[in-house]
């Protein structure tokens, strides 16, 4: 640990750089939550003392804001205020005492993945507009809005969640492009001044034969629509990548899919890569013959973190992982694989889509980001069934009956040992536990949606990181948005899709408004 009580991931080094923005592992944001997974370094790992596991149990709900859109990611949290970006890019800032909203600027721009904060002000993306903004978190104006950085009309959308380091602020493309599913959107990321917004510098993160033109379809994909964590030591933003397309026939693009299905390490100052790991590639992690043609994304962000390993060698390891239950740790100076598993039980996983479907194949995915604590990773996997088809150019996929969206049924929490892969305890949950885990004061919070009736509950849980035991749990009357909660300032803060039913005569819709999400604000009981 460094002074402070500041947690570092692992004891990571000294910072070489100097940083102008925060990283959120300040002595001064130990209370704060500046980014969608708390940290620069991706740790979803808070330094708040407040609330731990001899108190959990005093946890209760102290408000709760109702929104007319989904609430998909956790409010980040400075001091006594949150801010969060709805479903369809409404960014609001909140009181955290009561709920009370300060400011709200309207930018009609979702979905998107989160905020960051860093020196008073906010970076935001803006969706379906392709462009990332300022805003001043004091009052809600925008300080610069970026030009547009793709083409909307193709599909062409930026909702990662920014990245900063010193005066850069990073984001990555998503989109599936026009028609959905072929592959008119090329990934690539982009970096800008974090002062006026300016374009640095733009890489394209396809490349090779199978997106040269003149394709017909064009190919593309490997989007970075996810986010990524930085090494601030060496200016390195670590960003996964996702699938390919046509999403699901591989006809059009046999030579190799660079760089979808990679995790790939960024030189921040030059804008190039410096390395990229494959997971799903022939001769790799998942072995095929033929490219991914199951939308299988390396997605869901990255962490970065020093591990001390058994012969007392020390490493800065990249973790990554993507839908189709993929793990691999990497060396983050080579992207070198140290270790990786597949987790759960995979079935059928190499079925090529056809016209008449592949029949149901089984994957533990991995739909959320994960948390690492010291010498732990904490993550959900979730199982899931679909049934694969080709049509024409691209395909579709089909669910079984007793699933939720993206045939998603059951699952396990894992507890995860960071210099080896091995699994420290695992817990399965009879729903799908699609909730990205966070870690404060001994406590891993996360959850599952249960299902059935029309309706869906989150259940939020919180658990002893040591062992898994339920410590605490909740249900919040509405699924908990796959990208978790945050805690700060004394609170846990969960957001939610669509309420199933208010709770008590203050949270009756306004003016015939119906309620499309929610943060549910928990403190301890005084």
């Known amino acids: 640990m460094n002074n402070s009580n500041v947690h570092t991931p692992s004891n990571i080094a000294t910072i070489t750089y100097p940083s102008k923005s925060e990283t959120g592992m300040e ?49 980040i949290i400075v001091g006594n205020t949150g801010y969060f970006q709805d479903y369809v890019g409404n960014i609001v800032s909140f009181d955290t005492s009561n709920g009370n909203i300060n400011w709200k600027l309207e930018t009609e721009g979702g979905p998107t993945m989160g905020l960051y904060y860093s020196n008073g002000a906010i970076y935001a993306t803006v969706g379906t507009d392709a462009k990332i903004i300022s805003i001043n978190a004091t009052n809600g104006e925008v300080i610069w809005e970026s030009e547009r950085l793709g083409d909307t009309s193709l599909g062409y959308v930026i909702n990662s969640p920014p990245l900063l380091w010193q005066d850069y602020v990073l984001a990555g493309s998503g989109g599936s492009g026009l028609p959905p599913g072929e592959g008119y959107v090329r990934g690539n990321i982009t970096a800008l001044n974090s002062t006026n917004g300016d374009i640095i510098w733009n890489i394209e993160t396809t490349t090779g034969e199978w997106v040269e033109v003149g394709k017909n379809p064009p190919n593309g994909g490997a989007t970075a629509w996810s986010g990524g964590s930085i090494d601030p030591d060496t200016g390195t933003a670590f960003i996964p990548l996702g699938s390919a397309s046509p999403n699901f026939n591989a006809s059009t693009r046999m030579t190799p899919n660079l760089y979808s299905n990679h995790m790939a390490a960024v030189d921040i100052p030059s804008g190039k890569i410096k390395w990229a790991t494959p997971f799903i590639a022939h001769g790799t992690v998942l072995d095929v013959d033929v490219p991914d043609t199951h939308d299988w994304d390396t997605s869901w962000g990255s962490s970065i973190s020093n591990v001390k390993f058994d012969n007392g060698t ?26 990786w598993t597949t987790l759960g039980n995979q079935i059928g996983t190499d079925k090529i889509p056809m016209p008449e479907g592949t029949g149901m194949i089984w994957s533990y995915g991995v739909y959320n980001y994960h948390a690492i604590d010291n010498d732990t990773i904490y993550l959900t996997a979730t199982n899931r069934g679909l ?43 009879e729903y799908p536990p699609r909730v990205s885990p966070l870690i404060s004061n001994g406590v891993l919070y996360t959850g599952y949606i249960e299902f059935g009736n029309n309706e869906r509950n989150g259940i939020v849980l919180a658990m002893d990181k040591e062992t898994g035991e339920d410590l605490w749990h909740y249900n919040v009357n509405a699924a908990i948005s796959p990208v978790g909660g945050s805690i700060g300032n004394g609170m846990l803060f969960i957001p939610t899709e669509k309420v199933n039913q208010v709770d008590n005569d203050e949270e009756e819709e306004e003016d015939g408004e119906e309620i499309g999400g929610s943060i549910v604000a928990f403190g301890l009981r005084e």
């Open 387 to 429: 049934n694969f088809f080709t049509d024409g150019i691209s395909g579709h996929k089909e669910a079984p009956d007793d699933s939720i969206e993206q045939g998603l049924v059951n699952g396990t929490i894992y507890a995860i040992e960071l210099k080896n892969g091995n699994i420290k305890w695992k817990i399965d949950t």
């Open 314 to 339: 020390v490493k800065k390891i990249v973790i990554g992982h993507d839908k189709a239950g993929n793990l691999i740790a990497m060396d983050a100076l080579s992207g070198d694989e140290i270790w």
């Open 27 to 75: 002595p001064e944001n130990i209370d704060n939550w500046i980014f969608v997974n708390h940290d620069i370094y991706g740790t979803r790992n808070s330094n708040q003392t407040e609330i731990g596991k001899s108190n959990i149990e005093n946890l209760e709900v102290k408000w709760r804001l109702n929104n007319p859109f989904e609430i998909q990611e956790p409010p």
